[in-house]
């Protein structure tokens, strides 16, 4: 099967989602533009990524947590990854919709580890642009491809370099995603716990950390704990939400 095949028939798998379609266009358009490369040469990429930024993690050989961070902003590869990750992963693209619903009435955002601005994206939508948006992340390739993507699409976000030494975000938030980040990360329960000290009560937050080394994803750490675990530990209680409780959202009761 070629690429166009592939893309084609994803397509057509979620004709009765026009927005799935339309979000494809856009993001490889977005690829297509911002590398200045043909489309094909962005579809390409993109359904590489996975790979891509795997390969660039190994030859990078990351230990220290400094220099992890250097690998995370160096990486091109982050941007394909996610790109797809975000958007061609049918159960990950509904998901993050989902949140973009349950946060519709948010006044202050925060998306910490914001990849590539897709949850702000999703926010901004769910709001209609009513929201306050804030991204936090490491500065480098991926960060700076966000604020592009964001002021392309006409969207207002506040950018804030991560930094884990020091706790640059100021004030509390009614909604927090924090979506497959902790996994990442050399000390989870420092950042879990900045997360949730800036959440406000009643807030919600919602986290995905799959821990654990793997040949697939050798970026990711392997920890003592599962997300659930160290949730609950750092005060957050969860609650099924979504058809049929599918997905968990985390509630902030003191």
């Given at each position: 099967?070629?690429?166009l095949d592939?893309i084609?028939k ?15 266009r ?9 590398f200045?490369?043909?489309?094909n040469?962005?579809?390409r990429?993109?359904?590489n990524g ?6 660039e993690?190994l030859?990078a050989n990351p230990?220290?947590?400094?220099q ?7 990486s091109?590869?982050y941007?394909?990854?996610l790109?797809?990750?975000n ?6 693209f509904a998901?993050?919709r989902?949140?973009?619903?349950e946060?519709?009435?948010?006044k202050r955002?925060?998306?910490y ?9 999703h ?12 991204h936090?992340d490491v500065p480098?390739?991926?960060?700076s491809?966000?604020k ?12 804030i370099?991560?930094?884990?030494d020091?706790d640059p975000?100021?004030g ?7 979506l497959e980040?902790l996994?990442?990360v050399a000390?989870p ?6 997360i949730v ?13 799959p ?19 160290l949730?609950s530990?750092?005060?957050m209680e ?6 049929f409780?599918?997905?968990?959202k ?5």
């Amino acid at each position: 099967m070629s690429v166009l095949d592939f893309i084609s028939k994803n397509l057509t798998r979620y004709k009765s989602y026009p927005i799935y379609r339309k979000e494809h266009r856009l993001v490889i358009q977005e690829i297509s533009d911002y590398f200045e490369i043909s489309r094909n040469d962005a579809i390409r990429r993109i359904l590489n990524g996975p790979n891509i930024a795997r390969d660039e993690w190994l030859l990078a050989n990351p230990i220290t947590a400094e220099q992890m961070i250097q690998a995370y902003g160096n990486s091109e590869g982050y941007i394909y990854d996610l790109t797809w990750f975000n958007n061609f992963s049918s159960y990950e693209f509904a998901f993050r919709r989902r949140i973009g619903e349950e946060c519709k009435e948010a006044k202050r955002f925060l998306d910490y580890g914001g990849g590539i601005g897709s949850m702000s994206i999703h926010i901004s939508q769910s709001t209609k642009g009513q929201c306050e948006l804030v991204h936090y992340d490491v500065p480098g390739k991926c960060y700076s491809y966000a604020k592009w993507r964001l002021e392309r699409r006409g969207i207002h976000a506040s950018f804030i370099e991560a930094d884990d030494d020091h706790d640059p975000l100021h004030g509390s938030f009614d909604a927090i995603t924090c979506l497959e980040v902790l996994e990442h990360v050399a000390d989870p329960v420092l950042h879990a716990k900045r997360i949730v000290r800036h959440l406000k009560p009643n807030g919600q937050l919602f986290v995905t950390a799959p821990f654990g080394n793997t040949e697939k994803h050798p970026q990711h750490r392997d920890f003592t704990k599962t997300a659930d675990q160290l949730l609950s530990e750092v005060g957050m209680e969860p609650v099924n939400f979504g058809l049929f409780g599918a997905f968990t959202k985390w509630i902030k009761l003191r």
